[in-house]
Nanobody, 114 residues
Framework: QVQLVESGGGLVQPGGSLRLSCVAS????????MRWYRQAPGKERELVAS????????TYADSVAGRFTIVRDNAKNTVVLQANSLKAEETAVYFC???????WGQGTQVTVSS
């Protein structure tokens, strides 16, 4: 059974940082590219960052490039999103996903507010 468990969200002031983690199980983690998405209230889910199966290739949405970093540890079946210089408009539920698999975790809430 595929499981994706996100954690690390919370309340942070504008300009602050959070480290979001996703632990995966139930599939061959090292064989899949992984992605982080976010969904703000009333908005569609948007792709934030992607990382190839080996970790050698990463891509970012223009809105987060230079501030967010995605990394993975295939030995621990974990993908991490380091989010720096957070903005109020980035308040959302953040989800991880394995490319091509239609499974989602519960997400982790990120609230950026003073």
């Amino acid at each position: 059974q595929v499981q994706l468990v996100e954690s690390g969200g919370g309340l942070v002031q504008p300009g602050g940082s959070l480290r979001l983690s996703c632990v995966a199980s139930g599939f061959t983690f090292s064989g899949y590219a992984m992605r982080w998405y976010r969904q703000a209230p009333g908005k569609e889910r948007e792709l934030v960052a992607s990382i190839s199966s080996s970790g050698g290739i990463t891509t970012y949405a223009d809105s987060v490039a230079g501030r967010f970093t995605i990394v993975r540890d295939n030995a621990k079946n974990t993908v991490v999103l380091q989010a720096n210089s957070l903005k109020a408009e980035e308040t959302a539920v953040y989800f991880c996903n394995a490319a091509g698999l239609r499974y989602w975790g519960q997400g982790t809430q990120v609230t950026v507010s003073s």
